[in-house]
């Protein structure tokens, strides 16, 4: 999630003036492109020590914390949005994390590796786990412990009761909204609470 | 004020705090040379007060895994010498040493002010014991640092400040830096401390257009028990 595109396209979700919390927010580009360009402020939450350096460099607001331990730093309802862009993937109760991010923002946008595109399909298909641009790793040695599809996470957030507003796959910088369970390398959300 | 760093803070001492302080405090005004304050009057200082304390002090400002890597079991001479008063142990004697040194030059009086008002330090109290309303006046830009391994101001204090600022929406950046120095940490040369701080610095500099040093004031708070006893 750290091309310009896709950070363009994901910007494009946040209503102008939001109050954001970007939790695994990396280097804090997306932070500091919301706030330069659609006027937004917040935080970012992010555990990488390299990373949190990065966001006090650009002069982002960061706070270290590993997001396994949960959103006990904010109360019900203290942002406009909620961003979790390539983070779904690595944390171990996915579900939790979800309902945290209803609980402490009016819209959640996630967005995650798709499982089902169909390079991965094939890999599959011929007996071997995919290792890809946006699945770099191998099935041993990958921070991706939590790999689910486009077509899952609807799944996922009925169950948790969110209403998706906006749902799209991304691949190469574009927009996918034909199939993107099988031809986008990476799925997008953009809910709200029902 | 526009920028405030707190360093290996909390938003007032915990009851383990205020005992360490008391027992420290003791040890000095039951020191036959205290003279109830007035020592200078007698010609003495309370030395033998000032070490235990100082010795006190520095057991909570480290880690046991980093007393443990310096001293270990460690002995001065080797050989045990089936002494109760000697040092025989190495960590003793950096304790003593600390002590001897502290005695010198801290003044006994000052020392039982510094840990009262640390004590008393407890901005949340007027408002209900709220930190969130204590900050809700701030209008500076805060970056809050911790250390994993401080147990005598620990992360999970630092993050109550944390959570009274991003409550009332401010500024703020938070770094929790992994050192296995204890308290301590916030003195010493550590890359990724000393990187937040220099990052934080070089933005300030940046925002007031000035090339080298910020002419800007910054207050940087340790109002913890190394950073108001540690001026020399």
Partial sequence: ?194 | MRHCIAVACAPNLSAQNIAFNEVARRAIITDPDFHGGDYYAHGVVPKRGLRVARMLGHITYLSDDVMDEKFGRGMRNGERVYSTQEVEFQIEGYLRHQGDKFSEYFDANTYLLITRALDYFDPAREHGGDLTRAFAAAIARFLVVSFTTDWRFSPLRSREIVKALVDNGLDVSYAEIEAPHGHDAFLLDDARYHGVLRAYFERIAHEVGASAGPAVPVHITAPTQAGALRST
């Fill in chain 1, 1 to 194: 999630m750290s091309e310009r595109s896709d950070l363009a396209i994901i910007a494009r979700l946040v209503p102008p003036g939001s109050r954001v919390l970007d939790l695994g927010c990396g280097d804090g580009a997306l932070l500091a492109l919301l706030r330069d360009q659609r006027s937004c402020s917040g935080y970012g939450v992010e555990l990488d020590d390299t990373k949190v350096l990065a966001c006090i460099k650009r002069g982002v607001n960061v706070l270290q914390r590993n997001l396994d331990e949960g959103l006990s730093l904010f109360d019900d309802a203290s942002f406009d949005v909620v961003l979790q862009l390539d983070t779904l993937q690595n944390l171990r109760n996915t579900e939790a994390m979800l309902r945290e991010t209803a609980r402490v923002g009016r819209i959640g946008v996630v967005s995650f590796p798709n499982f089902a595109h169909w390079p991965n399909r094939l890999s599959v298909l011929r007996g071997r786990m995919p290792v890809t641009k946006v699945l770099p790793y191998q099935w041993y040695d990958t921070p991706n412990i939590r790999v689910g599809t486009f077509a899952d996470f609807e799944v996922l957030a009925h169950k948790v009761g969110l209403r998706i507003d906006e749902a799209f796959g991304l691949h190469e910088g574009k927009v996918v909204r034909r199939w993107p369970n099988l031809l986008a390398s990476t799925a997008v959300f953009r809910f709200e609470r029902s």
